[in-house]
């Protein structure tokens, strides 16, 4: 069972996102994303929480499979292990060009990945994949934990020909210069579906023709429970230009490996030939459809159950 203050932490955690949900219904996800943005003194104390959560109290279950927070990363590792380095991409490119013939497309592209993968980690804190070889890693989040990581707000940084670092913090991204983007954990953060798709537009344009998105998201229902919902991300990134390789739901959450397509209609054709009913161009989670019950933008003390941290590092935000 957690102890009261892991639970104290991943309660102002899972208040700080509902807070920001809460605020984007009121003012507008942009105008709400802006606010806390600004709001530094929380974005530090989020950090803090957050860094702490995992390299004190997350590394106690590590190799457990209960362990949201370490399994999160070895799968990503796992899979730019066998994507990259076992050239599981070459299938892939492969059927890519198979599809592209289909469509009357001509690819004008092929991979081309650095021996070190440059990896992106998005909302990092604290840099967790810097201990991996296999990387060469750009950590960046709003606030960031330690030295490991660069100051930048995703949703708004610029992306140009260059990647530029002034005084830790980010001014511009290099436009494909990236083998690997990693969201763990990042896009229930976010407020809104909209901004959601804004983040992974972003990766788009960032990532190397047949680059990874990696995507974990925090869900300890079973399996079925949120099946239409994933499978509307699948369709909406596939809109955007990313086939889905990979797909695992863990005890406590679901990881989901997305490759840019070397041509963006090569994706489409999926969304457009397996479309359903229920889907539509949108990334929501549970809590969006959740009754907000608080419409203030203060951080509220929430009686909490230890059931709710049972496994994971924080309760499904």
């Given at each position: 069972m957690a102890s009261y203050e892991h639970k104290q932490l991943a309660q102002y955690l899972k208040d700080v996102h509902s807070n920001l949900r809460i605020s984007a219904v009121t003012l507008g996800a942009k105008e709400a994303w802006a606010r806390h943005c600004k709001n530094k003194d929380a974005l530090l104390t989020y950090a803090e929480y957050?860094?702490?959560?995992?390299?004190?109290?997350?590394?106690?279950?590590?190799?457990?499979?209960?362990?949201?927070?370490?399994?999160?990363?070895?799968?990503?590792?796992?899979?730019?292990?066998?994507?990259?380095?076992?050239?599981?991409?070459?299938?892939?490119?492969?059927?890519?060009?198979?599809?592209?013939?289909?469509?009357?497309?001509?690819?004008s592209h092929k991979e081309s990945f650095t021996e070190t993968l440059q990896l992106l980690d998005v909302g990092s804190c604290y840099n967790p994949f810097r201990s991996y070889n296999l990387f060469n890693v750009l950590a960046i989040d709003l606030c960031p934990a330690n030295q490991y990581v660069k100051e930048c707000d995703f949703l708004n940084v610029h992306i140009g020909k260059e990647t530029i670092v002034h005084e830790n913090i980010i001014k511009e991204l290099k436009q494909k210069s990236f083998d690997v983007i990693t969201f763990c954990f990042l896009l229930e953060y976010i407020p809104s579906s909209d901004l959601r798709i804004t983040a992974c537009e972003n990766a788009y344009k960032l990532l190397k023709p047949g680059g990874l998105l990696i995507i974990s998201t925090p869900d300890s229902k079973h399996v079925g429970a949120n099946c239409k919902l994933m499978k509307c991300w699948q369709y909406t990134l596939a809109c955007l230009g990313f086939s889905r390789i990979r797909y695992e739901k863990l005890k406590h959450m679901h990881c989901i490996g997305f490759r840019k397509a070397l041509h963006k209609d090569v994706a489409v054709r999926w969304a457009t030939i397996h479309k359903k009913p229920f889907m539509d161009f949108s990334i929501h989670i549970p809590q969006d459809h959740s009754k907000l019950e608080h419409h203030n933008t203060t951080i509220p003390n929430i009686d909490i159950s230890p059931d709710d941290f049972k496994h994971l590092p924080f309760s499904d935000l």
């Open positions: 957050m860094e702490k959560l995992a390299t004190v109290f997350w590394e106690e279950n590590y190799g457990n499979e209960d362990s949201s927070a370490t399994s999160r990363i070895q799968w990503s590792v796992e899979l730019c292990n066998d994507y990259f380095i076992k050239k599981e991409f070459v299938k892939f490119s492969a059927k890519d060009f198979e599809i592209s013939k289909k469509l009357n497309i001509q690819l």
